[in-house]
């Protein structure tokens, strides 16, 4: 959703999922503290998808428990801030 934005805006399309976070606090969709959680969840996605560490189910549970609703947070900050400026998110 990220990078889509990134592309609609006229930013460019990320080269990595890694840069999207910076680039949607350049944009002022997130703050500072957003971002590094958004860098975070980049982070942990790449573990879980590329299996960099064996995924101990555990931690990806209790991640996903506590973080769960920042997250949802994040998402649906992005989504409003694309719908108030007529973007498709």
Known sequence: MG???ASETGEGVP???SEVP?????????SDEESAL?????G???????QYTGADLEVVRRILEG????????????IKWA???GLDP
């Open 3 to 5: 990078a889509h934005l």
């Open 15 to 17: 080269s990595s999922y």
């Open 22 to 30: 910076g680039l949607l606090q350049r944009l002022g969709v997130l």
């Open 38 to 42: 958004f860098r975070r969840i980049v």
């Open 44 to 50: 942990f996605r790449n573990v879980i998808v590329h």
């Open 67 to 78: 973080d769960y609703r920042n997250i949802l947070h994040l998402a649906l900050k992005i």
């Open 83 to 85: 719908e108030e400026r």
